[in-house]
Structures are given as C-alpha cells and as structure tokens.
C-alpha cells in the first residue's frame, strides 16, 4: 500500500539541529529532574522568548501538555469549554478527563474550528442558569492553529479569553502548532498569548522539528507551583532532563522554531495555491497554517495516483474531502512533482495568501 | 558546592551505542504512534528476550511505567501491597494513587528492603477480616532490585506471587534497576518475571544507558488491550515512537543492558569491598546490585572530602548513612582515586561477594 | 410569586403507609450496615419482585444509583452512550464522571426522548473505527421512563441492549421513574429488566412515595461484590440501614409502588387529554408515564393564571412550552379544578389513551 | 448467638422526638432541594448554634461527610495528614481517596487516639524536606471525639490547628461523636470549631438519635459555594431534603443533642466506674466520651456472660481487651443488671470522672 503524502507532521523525525544539540548535550555527568544547566539555560531562553518570567515543564507529549494544563485550571467537578472539534476532546482518548479526575469537555459550535466570542458567552450564560446541575465552567480551551488548519486573530484570542476571565474562567491555549499560528499572526509570541489573555500554553515543538519533548509555558507562579506537583505525579517528570531542555533550547535559539514554521506554512501556501485553481476542487477550510482540506475531483485524484501520490482522505460530510499536512521536513522533490501533476488542472493558478 | 560522587544512576548521559541508534533512527519518514519498523523490531526483540508473547508500552519514565502498570491490575477501590520503602509509596508523588484513580498503598515492613511472604500472607488475612471497610487488595507490588540495593531471590518472588495469586492479586515488578538485580540473579529474564508469577513488569532502561525511555512489559493480552487506551489516555502514547523504540533495540541488541548492568554491580562491589574493610564502616545494606548503604567513620569521609571526593549522606537512624550509586557510566579514574584513598583504612579488603 | 402547579414529583411528601413503616421499624435495637432484619426481608422481598436472585443498595439518591451503577459497568477510560437528554448527562452536575474517576458520557441523539437501535449502532461503528483515540465504550443508559416521558417498549429495550452485549457493553437503566414506565408496558418487572437485558437498574422509590430512598438492583453476583466496596467508600452504605430497608419493604409490599405509579399515570393522562383538545395546544411528546410536555396558547395559559394555576415554562424551541408531572399525592381538587378551567376550550376532549 | 451489649451507638433507632419531627414534616407539599421552609429554619438555627454564619450540608453518613470535607480542602495530588487510627483511614473503605480523587492520607502516632502538635511539626517539616516527591500536605483531620473514646482539649485543638495553619494546611474535624466530646469540653460549639481553628465540621447526628443524617458544617463562604457542586455530584443533594433538615431542626432545637451526649457520656462513667474497681481490670484509654475500651479478667467476663451480657471483644494487643459504646438510647434496665453483676468485683467503685 502506497503511504499517503503529506500524512502528518508526525512522520518527520528530528530537525538536524536539534539532533546536533542532542548529541552534544549527552557529554558528562548532569545533576537530574531538571537541576542541570541546560534546563536552566532553556528556562531563560524561554522568558526571553516570551519578554516576561515564565515557567517550564517539558512534556513527552502535547496530550501531557493538555491534559497537566487544563489539570491545573480546572477542580474536578468544573467543565472546559472547548470548540466541538478540538483535539482534546475527538482524539485524546479522555486524557481531559483522567487528569483533571473527572471534569467535563464541553463542545461549541462555530466555522472554520473556531469558536466565536458570542458562542462562549451564550453558553457560558445557558449553563450558569442551569446552577448546580452542570458541572462548574472552570476553564476555556483555544487550539492555536485549530484543527481545521485556521488560526484566531489577535483580536478573537482577546475578546474570548476576556469573556472567560470576565466569568471566572482561565484560558488555555493547545500550541500542538503554536509555531505555525505564530508565523501567520506575524506577531511575537508574548501578544498571542498572555498578552491576549492567555494562561497556560501547551507548547507544540514535536511536530515542528523535535524529537520527543512539548512543554507547558505557564504565566503564574501559584500554576506552576502546583504543575511542579502535578507533573510528578503523572509520571512526567523525566530524570534526564537535560535531553528534553537540549531540544527546547535548540528549537527556540536563533528562531528556528519559527523557521521550520515557516517553511511548513509556505508550503501548504504553495500546494493549496496550486490546488484552489483546479476546476471543481475547494478548499474546505482557509489554509492559514499547516494544513490543508481540500475537496478534489476524480481527475486530480487520479492523476495524482497515477504519480504514485495518494492523499489521506478525511472524514466529513463532503465528497473526496482529503487533509494535508506540510512540515519543516517537506521534500522538495515530493512538492515539485506534486505541482507538475496539478499544474495542468490549475486553469488560475492562485497567488494571494488563502487565508479568511 | 562539589557535588557528591556516586549521586545517582540518573546522572549518566546516554549509552553512546544507544546514542548511535538514535542518530539513525532520524532517517526519513516514519508513520506515528508505533506503526513504525524499528517499533515492530523492538516488540519483535522484546518477546524474543522474555522467551514469549510480551506486548511492550514505552514510557518517558519509571513513574509513568509503574503507575500504568498498577492502574491496570487495581482498581480505584483497590489497594496495593508494597515494602514501606517503595519507590511507589515514598518517591512517586502520589503517582499510584493518580493512575489508579484513588487506590491505596498499603506499607509491608521488611528486612532489607524486601517483604516476605510470612508478611504479606498475615496483612491479606488481616484486610480479609476488616471486610469491606477496607480497599480490596487487588495487586503486589515488588521493587527488583529494592530500594536498598537487595534482591528478591527467585524462592522469594516465587512464594510472594503464589501467595499473591492465591489470594485473586496480581503480581507488579518494579524494575527500575531489572537488570541489575537480574545479573545478580545470573538467570534468564522469563525466570525472573512471568515464570516466577510477575504479571507485569515496569522495565527500567533509563538509569542503565537509555535517554528517555523505561517500558512496561505486559504478559497478558488483555491488560495489553486496556493499556492501549490507558497509555493514551494518560498522555504516554509518543507520536515519534521510533525513537523510544530505538532505545530499547540497542539496549536489548546485544545484551548491552546487561553488559551495562554488570559493571554498575562490579563498580559496586569493588566500592563496597574496600569500603566494609575499614574499621568502623558497617555495611547497612547487603550490595547485590548497584547500591550501597553504608555508614563510614569520619576519619574515611574525611579522607574521601581531601581528594575531593563528597558522599550523599542518606537519612535514617545510622549516623554517617551515606549512599553511593554505580553504573554503566563510572568514571573509572574516579574509581581507582576513591579506592587509593580508602585503602589505607581498610585492613582488610572483602573480596567475596558483599551478598547475603 | 404563586407556586408552579404539577412542578415534581419530588414536591410530595412520603407516602402515608411507607411513613407508618418508618415509624414502625424504630422499635428496639438492630444491626447496623444492613444486618437487621428488615434489611433481610427487603431483599427477599426485591427477588420475590424481580423473580431472581437479585442484589440491593439503597441510595440516599437517584444520582448515586446512576453513579454506582455506571461506575460498576465502565472503567475510568471507558465511555457510556446515552440519550442526549438524560438525567446522567444534563443534570447531576458530572456525578457519571465522578463516580467512574473520568470515563465520558457519550450523547446520542433520538426522537421523543429515547435513542434507537440504529442510532446506537451507527455510534459504536463511528467510535470503533477511531480506535484508541476515544474511550472505550462500555456502558450504555436507558432512561425508563425517558426524560421526555415516554417509554422505550419491551422490543425497543431488547433491541438495543442485544447490541450492547454484542458490542461488548453492559446496559444500566436509569429507572427514577421505572413504575410509571413499567405500569405503562403492563408487564413484570423481570420482564422489563433483566429478561430484556438489563444488568444493573437504579430503582426510583422516592419520586413515588418514599421518603429519601432509591436502590440499586443488580442481577450479577461479580457486580453485587465490587459493588459492596464501592458503596461503601462512596460513603453510601448508611448505618441504620433499617430505615432505608423499611422504606422498600413499604412500597414493594402490596404493589403499593404500582399503585402509586398508576395513579400518578393516570392524573397525566386525564390533564392531557384535557390539555391536547384545546385549540392552539399541542403536546411535545407522547405522555406515557407521568410527565406531560404541552405547548399551550396564551388563552389556556391566562385562564389557568386567573385560577391561579401557574405551569412551569420548560426550555426549549416550541413558545409556551410547560411541563406538568403528575404523583402518588396530587390533590383531586386541583386536578378538578383544573379540567374545568380547560374545559371551555377543548373542543373534543381525547379520551384514548396518548401514546405513540 | 447473643448479641453484645452496647455494641455500638448505631444500633439505636431514632429518638422518639425526633421521629415525631419526621411525621410533622410530612405534610404538604415542599420545594425540592433544600428549598423549603424547614431547610431554611435549619440552616438558620445552625447559625445560632455555631454563634456565626455557617453552611450546611446534610448528608446520608458520616463518611459521606467527611469524604466531601476533605474533597473541598485538599486536591488530587495533596495529603491529609490524621491519626493512624482515625476512621477516615481505618474504616471508610477508601472514601477520603474516592471524593479527592486520589489524595493521600498519612498516618500520624499518638497516644490516648490523639496526635500531638509536636508529631504535627515534625511530620510537615520531614515531608516538606522532601520535596516534590510526597503529595502536598493541604489538610489535617482531628477526630473528636476520638478513636478511643478521648478528647483534644481546646488548647489542643488550638495548637495544632495553629500549626497547621501556619504551614498552609486547612482544618477538618471528623465529629462523627462530636456531641459527646462536647458536652465532656463543656464549653460552646464554636468554642470547640471555628474559634479554635477548625475549618469545617462533619457533624454527627445519625449516632447520637437521629434517623439517616449527619451534616457538614462550613465556616467558609468560599468552600461552600464549592460544595454545592461537589454534594450534588457526589449524589448526596436528596430532593426531599425537608426530612434531612427537620432531623437537624429537631436534634438542636431546645439543645437534644447535648441531652443525649450527656447522657451518653454519663452512662459510660457509670459503667467504666465499675468496670475500673475490679481488681485485674484496666481501662485501656481514658473515657471522656461514650466509648469504653477496657481490659477485662476472665472471672468478671464469666458472671457477665453468666447474666447474659457478651461484651464485644476489640483487636489490639491487650488480652481481654473489650469495647462498650454507651448511647441516648441504653437500657436502664441493662445497665442496672451490668452494674450488679460487676459490684461484687469492685473493691473500690471509682466514683471521680475517668479522664486524663
């Protein structure tokens, strides 16, 4: 069976880069848990990155990193309000649940896998009426990019993440492509998160060049006081933490996070460019980030079959609905023949950013 | 500040062989979440080790390997039978009770960091009488090598698991130094484990040369099958798991866990040897692994601090406990230095294994 | 403000002839913790009842019940399907979630209360093909009588538990109003449970004239055991259990629950068909058990007012929508007084019965 | 077999006036959950009680009561620290771990039942040198009366309270016998709670005449707004509240309660100042409340078993060791029988009050 191109960002391994710092981190002995300098030095890297104090704990994964972070927002007996496709809530096995030991997910509604502050506020009201029998809304969740490859604007973030404050509830932000988001806002990382209202940041690095390490960006210190515990707790906590800070460091060093994101953005650029001008094919979504869901016609399908590519179909309502994903780690040669095999059916090649 | 020599096992970097397997394993496209080749030969290797069927979870660590482990054998109202001095109970943060949603520890006293069987048939009999006010004992679990640097013989872990078994638990290794205790044991590692009655084993590889990865080995489909969702659920399913499984290929490639775990115990006994000889030392522990407990007169210690040399004193009752930890990793400078200048306090030097 | 009329069925005090039972049961000393002997005889009695060895836990509520039982049947990474209006899901402030340590409710949609057979199968399909990405399905809930107050038939129930335990699940039914259901389907008890599939029914006695009594009735010895611990630790197992043992004896002796239920019924069916005659009224639901879902013009609404019966507005899309439950303890001269305010403007009075 | 007299204070029924409140509140309809007339006179004659505001939560146990306490005072990953023999640890089945979603609890020594401000310290300063290894210390629990039939005085109660404040911990008072030990301080309810630093009760009434209902009593604002959600996710809000509040209305007004500790308490002093005459006899703790624990020789035990009294042997080390639970509710009739048969083995009725 063929494997479908541009299948995830998953596939990758590492970026050479961070492989290099990784190689180089494992010389001589290092104090444990985080005591060592590279973590230290990665801890600072992050604060200036992010221009104020902020606190780090790397996570294997970006379902740890969601599930300690909406652990730490949320009691028990509270709700997250999440859009009805995020991550956390079709894709993480209950991890939501598991770490905050019960609370609930609940889904909103809204186009393009945003949802809107008018959403929030109609159910954050509609719930408060329904008192004591609803679970307590503690928390709201933001996937930044979402998972429909869209990314909210500066102004979106601000005015949801005051609404949830305004009600008594913290924001989180689920980063897995904070990077991709980023690059598109065109703005530094402080105002698309604290600065917009943002509490807690799962931070997604795996997929834009690391090797096995996400981490939670907290802007608290009382959070990260009880993340310090919670963390231990669930197992996340890794002895040899020098190898997870080595790659934080050589992500975020010289900007090649933002990079990697690039490249991955510009490609979905040119693939979706090149796809939106084929007679009967839409694009499902605005490509803003990494991803791309497009509906294309038999013809596109099979030509591109016929050069032994074949896309991932995604389920949905629409007929031939497929996702991709483009990376850092893109080759070249794949896009190019990619290209060549739609160039003929691309009566007007699209040139303008695809975005909303 | 100097930092005490012999810390811990955690301080060593990555096994270069193990570090080399990394490097390559970064080559190209790989599919996520374990539908990769080197996932499939680490899993193919994994059962050839164990002489059977295995199913293998790897885990970012030791904590997350035990508390999957014993989430799948007990259930929240359940509680778990343990040495007082386990990791589990004394180290993990409450980990156990996180993963298992609420069970109890219940603490076993023992000689030597080891229960035995006398002691656990007598607290099942004592729970059993409590009835249902007490949580229902559901699984052991056994700490190979223990905290104090002792090994269950494979008569002891024979007898506690029939005993275990007898009474409807199931049986939990924790094997942070499994290979340590299983090159003192000089037996196979199916005798070790399912063999002798283990349903479940936290395999450490961290602390013996790997980078980020311990494992849990499971020799039953059906916990199989549950921690398949546990695993995700609990944020430990890595996308890019070919590099967790790399690890565990070129530790178990070879034997190179046990050639590693073999000169962790030598340093050790070598250490120990010159260190029960002196007049005035008491070893607190026997040494059958990569540990020593041992109380030292001040006249060593301070021999030890002129060469620059700091031990980690150790609480407990003994005045001058300190602890010295060995591994693949020794600088053997460091060695032959500590041992010229403890060799003029020793009158004797043991020569015979420091065992009981 | 004037009271709302027909507002719950938890209005109502305790039936006169369960209160005498209370009073009774107070005589002399008695076992605690279920070991008097009303106790006994209430479960000899509920086998008597359900035709079969069954098990009993009386609850304080009808929320613990449902959390008992659902805990009883689903792991904490499992997941229970339900309708999308159910008790479960919308009302007990995440008692599913608490009791289960975290397994998800999963909500599935359904004319008139009640999910269908297809709609059930069609979501384990979905579910299954996203394989360890969602929790594991593991329980579904049938609420009899539905939230909408209709019945799922006898072929219904069947139906759709057979695919439940073909799929691997166990089937609770959420039974806060199980007479009024089972006096609608004229059948046994055992005909409406554990002969059509049912493993474990949270038994509603307090809307139907106990006083702070429901039970959970469990057809499986293994269930019955954990549950005993469960019970106990969520602080359920009440000392003078007597006083809930009494409650049961009372109510199951005699029929008086069927009793009660059928009057409870038959108030619904003369309000409604009174109600559904008028012009411009239109019930929402079929009324099947004690409950009634009507749309009333302002008219109805304005005459009743004058004779100062005010209705409880229900949410929903429909203007005007009320709702109206009926009890054991409805006082005749309301319900009198009612129909003639009606009267006038039903112009053909509905004397069949209003069932689907 | 006979049963043993004075088994427990949970054999009694419910105390006649009590009962008689239960059939007065049987009347008429009432708003459910809390809202009806006689929960509001409740909660208002609780304020008087406690001198300032308080909240009250009736529940069905006292397990219920304490597991819901400690839920809203301590969080997943936190520890509780209690006696080794305190019932939230020896008999509760694991509900402490169940409403804290694994938190642990932590054994404290002492003498008479009672830890020791002294114990308090040292454990909070051995565990917070620990680190992020142990779970977070957030509450303590005093039982009181306690285990053992004794007291902590106010200044106790105070000091400890103290330290536990002073290290961030919160204050639970398990009074399951709180009645009892009050009446043996002799001092005002908020004397005994709020003024000495306890910061939520868990308020006995079941033990001490009432049918089925103990109470939380809150001190907080905040926590009570929190266990409004925790209660009714729990399945502890019982719709018909009003016969949970006329319980309470009926045991405090015109000061029943403290009537029946007294009562309670005096009868012990009776018996225990018999049993302490005999010569070969020894009171194992000190009686301050209404339990007796107290080592017997043979001889006394036959001439009580020879007119029909079978005391309730008690585990522990001491041969012969029984305990006698006195309650409102003894027979006069039985305590003259047992204080005759026992007279000719006391050379010196012991006629001063039997405390420390």
Known sequence: MTRPAFLSDNEAGTDPRILAALVAANE????PYGADDLSAQARALCCEVFEREVFVFPTPTGTAANGLSLAALTPPYGAILCHEAAHILTSEAGAAEFFTSGARLIALPGAEGRFSAETLR???ESIA???VRQPRPAAISLTQASESGTVYTLAETREIAGIAHGAGLRVHMDGARFANA???LGCPPA???????VDILSFGLTKNGGMNTDAIIVFDAGIAAELNHRCKRAGLAQSKMRFASAQILASLAGGL????ARRANANAQRLAGALAGCAGATLAQPVEANEIFVCLPEPVLAALAGAGIVLRPWPGPQPGLCRLV???ADDEALIARFLAVVAPYSSQPVTTPLTS
Chains 1, 2, 3, 4 share one sequence.
């Open 326 to 328: 483009t990376s850092f």
């Open 191 to 197: 105002e698309a998160t604290w600065k917009a209202g």
């Open 28 to 31: 001589g002995l290092a104090l």
């Open 129 to 131: 009426a329904d008192g």
């Open 257 to 260: 996070w933002l990079d990697n």
């Open 182 to 184: 980023l690059v598109h």
């Open 122 to 124: 109609a159910a954050l």
